[in-house]
């Protein structure tokens, strides 16, 4: 994680020229690392049927290559202009509504829901630069994650980053299929916007919270790439 404090920011309005953020190298392996011993099964699955059992190689090898696509990790460029939240995550834009908050934020906020599919990337990315202030699993259900029910139901890990422009809150949900939630950041950290900060294995729901008076720049439907698409203004 870099560190980030007081020092001078451009808080420009426009979504003009763009910035590079969420490169740090040991964040950047770490989405191949969740999967080693997936590949590491896949790998032998391959060489093993090799020997024994050469048609059942061409299962393996796609199961290998599905599996580096699926933790594949992109560089994302976020729009300049610090009072933009980009969005946590890739995904379809499911839910865009206005909702009670008790988890931590305690008052009304505006919510996006956010549904990944298996052929989305699933890293996380903070919405803004900031501090994070909370970070916590929560047991639960595996409902399929387009459920709107997943959202209070299912196993997630609830994150609050804190910094100049706003708060807002992050929760990640697994879903029918995705059953681990990575966490990468840890609560003190401070992150810029659009860096990493966890992931989904597999199938899932990430969705957003903040504050009521922020301008919503996406609709139910939209396709967003997290840590680049713009979805609210402060």
Same mark, same amino acid.
């Given at each position: ?9 451009? %808080?420009?309005? *426009? ?15 770490? &989405?191949?690392?969740?999967? /080693?011993? @997936? ?8 060489? @093993?049927?090799? &020997? ?9 090898? &796609?199961?290998?290559?599905? /599996?580096? %696509? #699926? #933790? ?11 009072? @933009? ?27 996006? *829901? ?7 990337? +699933? @890293? ?9 202030? +909370? ?49 990468? &950041? ?23 919270? #903040? ?24």
């Amino acid at each position: 994680m870099t560190r980030w404090g007081n020092s001078s920011r451009n %808080y420009g309005q *426009g979504l003009g020229k763009r910035r590079r953020f969420g490169s740090l190298p040991r964040m950047k392996s770490k &989405a191949l690392g969740e999967a /080693t011993w @997936i590949l590491g099964f896949f790998a032998a699955g391959w060489l @093993i049927s090799l &020997a024994l059992l050469p048609i059942l190689s061409f299962l393996f090898a &796609a199961l290998l290559l599905f /599996t580096l %696509y #699926f #933790f594949r990790d992109p560089e994302r460029i976020a729009p300049e202009g610090e009072n @933009i939240a980009v969005s946590p995550a890739d995904g379809v834009v499911t839910t865009l509504d206005e909702v009670e908050e008790t988890e931590f934020l305690n008052k009304k906020v505006r919510r996006i *829901g956010i549904f990944l599919s298996v052929l989305d990337v +699933h @890293i996380n990315r903070a919405p803004l630069a900031g501090e994070v202030m +909370h970070s916590e699993p929560k047991p639960g259900k595996f409902l399929d994650a387009r459920d709107p029910q997943s959202s209070f139901l299912n196993q997630s890990r609830t994150w609050v980053f804190s910094g100049p422009v706003a708060t807002v809150m992050v929760k990640q949900i697994t879903g029918a299929i995705a059953r681990r939630i990575c966490p990468w &950041a840890v609560v003190g950290d401070k992150v810029e916007r659009g860096e990493r900060f966890g992931m989904i294995r597999f199938g899932s729901r990430t969705e957003m919270f #903040f504050p009521l008076e922020a301008e919503v720049l996406v609709k139910v439907g939209d396709r967003v790439r997290g840590g680049e698409t713009p979805v609210a203004k402060f």
